[in-house]
C-alpha cells in the first residue's frame, strides 16, 4: 500500500473509532437490559367485545384477552393491540410473554367508580395499605410473577382518572390505599416504552420485588397539586433502567424505596443497580429521591443527566428512625435545576411510620453519596444535610456545585449536622463538616 494511502486508511480508522467511543460514552442506554420482542402472534381488543367510545366498561373484554393469551401460551408470546379509541374499564391483571399495544390515540382509561377495584394484600414489605391499613385498591395495570412483559405502542395514554380519588384523600373519606396505575410485583423482565401516564389515582409506576426493568420514553402527567402522584418508584427492585423521559407530577418524579419500617426490615429485600439517566420535568417535592422508605436498603444507584424545573428539592435523600436499612454507594451528576426551594436535602428525619411498633433504635445507615456538577439558578436553598446522632452519615462528597440564589441578599445557604465528607468547588460554600481537604480519601472508600 502506498504509504499516503496507507496513513490516510489509519486515520479514519482511528477517528472512527473515537466517534463510537464518544458516543458510547455520552449516549449509554438501557438497550440490551430487557430485548424488545417481536410477537408474532396479534390479537386485537377488538376481538374481544372492546368498544372505544368512552363508555362501555371494557375490563371484560381486557380479562378475556389476557385469558386467551395467557392459556393459548402461543410461541414467542402474544400481542394485545389497541387501537385508536377510549377504553374505560377496570383494573386487570397481565400475563407473562405479552405486550400491550397502544395505537396512536388509544386511550386506557381508569372507571371512577371505587366499587368496580378489587382489593389486594398490603405488601409484605409495607405491612399495611401505604395510607390506610389493611388492603389496598388494586393498581388499573396489575401483575404478580410475570416475565416477559412489553407495555409500549405510539404513545398511547393510561389514564388513572385520579381526581376522585385526589378528592376522596382531601375529604378524608377513603375507605383503603389508593391504586397505583400500574404495580407490578415479583416480575422480571419488564419494558415499558412510547406510553403517556395520566393522572394516576396514586404513584404512577410501581415496580415491586422485580428485577430486569426498563422504562424508557415514557410521559408522565398529573396536576402539582394531585397528591402523592410519584412517577416511577423501584421498589426493592433491582436492575432497573429508566431514561428518557418527561415527569411532571405532583410529588416525587423517581423515588428508589424499599419497605417500610419494621415490616421492611423483616422483609429484607433491597433495591440496587438503578439507573435513571437523561430525565426532565417539574414538581413541588423531589426530582430524583431516594427515600423514604428504605427500611430493605438501597445501594449502587446512577442518576445521570437530569433537568429540572419548578422543584421543591432537585436531589432528596431521605430517611427516619425506625428505617433502618443502609443507603450506600447513590451517585447523582449532570444535574441543572431552576427554580427550586432546595437544591440537595439527605436528611434523617423525613417520612411517617406504618403504626406505633416501630423500632426507634433502628437506625438507617447513609455512607458513600457522590453528588457532582450541579449547575442550579433561583435555589432557594442550596443544601440542607441532616444526619442523625447515633447514626452520621458519612462519605457525603460533592464536587463541582453551583447553585445560585435570586438576585439580591444571599439567601441560598447550607445547613448541615451530623455529617462527615468532602466538599469540592462547591458554591455557595458549604457546611464547615464537609472538608475540602481530605478529598479524595473522605470519598474514595464508598465507590
Ligand atoms: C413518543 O414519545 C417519545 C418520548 O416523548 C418520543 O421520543 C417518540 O418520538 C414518540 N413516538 C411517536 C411515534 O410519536
Ligand atoms: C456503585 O454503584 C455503581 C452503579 O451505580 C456500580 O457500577 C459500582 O460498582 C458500585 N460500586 C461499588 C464499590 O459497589
Known sequence: MNRWVGSIFLCIISTLLLTSWLVAAEGETCSGIVPMQYRNDKISILDFGGVGDGRTLNTKAFKEAIFRIQHLKRKGGTLLYIPAGVYLTGPFDLTSRMTLYLARGAVIKATQDPSQWPLVDPLPSYGRGRERPGARYMSL????????????????????????????????????????????????????????????????????????VVIRYVTILAPADSPNTDGIDPDSSSNVCIEDSYISVGDDLVAVKSGWDQYGIAYGRPSHGITIRRITGSSPFAGIAVGSETSGGVVDVLAEHISLFNMGVGIHIKTNVGRGGMIRNITVSNVYMENARTGIKIAGDVGDHPDENFNPNALPVVKGIKIKDVWGEKVLQAGLIHGLKNSPFSGICLSNINLRGNPGPRNSIWKCSDVSGAAIQVSPFPCAELTSSQKTGACSTYF
Open 141 to 212: 395495570l396489575h401483575g404478580d410473577g410475570l416475565h416477559d412483559v412489553i407495555i409500549t405502542g405510539e404513545n398511547g395514554t393510561i389514564d388513572g382518572q385520579g381526581d376522585v380519588w385526589w378528592n376522596m384523600w382531601r375529604q378524608r373519606t377513603l375507605q383503603f390505599t389508593r391504586p397505583h396505575l400500574v404495580e407490578l410485583m415479583n416480575s422480571r423482565g419488564i419494558l415499558i416504552s412510547n406510553v403517556i401516564f395520566k393522572n394516576s389515582p396514586f404513584w404512577n409506576i410501581h415496580p415491586v420485588y422485580c428485577s430486569n
